[in-house]
């Protein structure tokens, strides 16, 4: 897992750093991987890590809801399959490259099963956002005092 800056040579190539190189290759022989549109970024996941991760999401995906819908075409209408050269080096389609607003320069994030590209200035927004109620949504009820505690639900009083 790291963050490192990359420049696109002039066939829209970008070079995957070493590590991410090693992990797509341990994963997959060929260097077969999955790119796709999501966040405002493009995501890419080796081939064995595509077909759980999309189960997953399609298991979890409510059918009548347009939201969710418009979020599963976007990411599965997105996705491209793709296979890294011999250098690690992948190729990004104009639609892939429209999408996440990159130009020549890009950021590669890696996040363990998968890792994003971005563009240098949609990801300096990403890092500047405010974090300090990440994870707050579980344990705030518990963290309240009693006189502004949601109420529990319970027995209905007659």
């Not at 418009?70 to 250098?87: H, K, T, Y």
């Not at 892939?96 to 890792?115: E, K, P, Q, S, W």
Request: charged share 30%; glycine share 6%; net charge positive.
């Amino acid at each position: 897992m790291s963050t490192i800056d990359r420049l696109m040579d002039s066939k829209n190539r970008l070079v995957l750093p070493p590590e991410f190189r090693k992990t797509l290759f341990s994963k997959d022989a060929e260097g077969r991987l999955i790119l796709t549109t999501i966040h405002s970024c493009v995501r890419g996941y080796a081939l064995p890590d595509w077909e759980p991760y999309k189960e997953d999401l399609k298991s979890k995906m409510d059918s009548a809801d347009l939201l969710e819908r418009n979020f599963a075409r976007q990411v599965w209408g997105g996705a491209e399959p793709m296979l890294a050269d011999a250098q690690g080096r992948i190729l990004l389609s104009k639609n892939l490259l429209r999408y996440a607003g990159i130009n020549a320069a890009a950021v590669l994030v890696g996040l363990g099963d998968f890792f994003e590209i971005w563009q240098p200035e949609r990801w300096e927004a990403c890092q500047n956002m405010d974090f300090s109620h990440v994870g707050m949504k579980k344990s705030a009820p518990a963290a309240l005092p009693a006189r502004i505690r949601p109420a529990r639900p319970g027995p209905r009083r007659r």
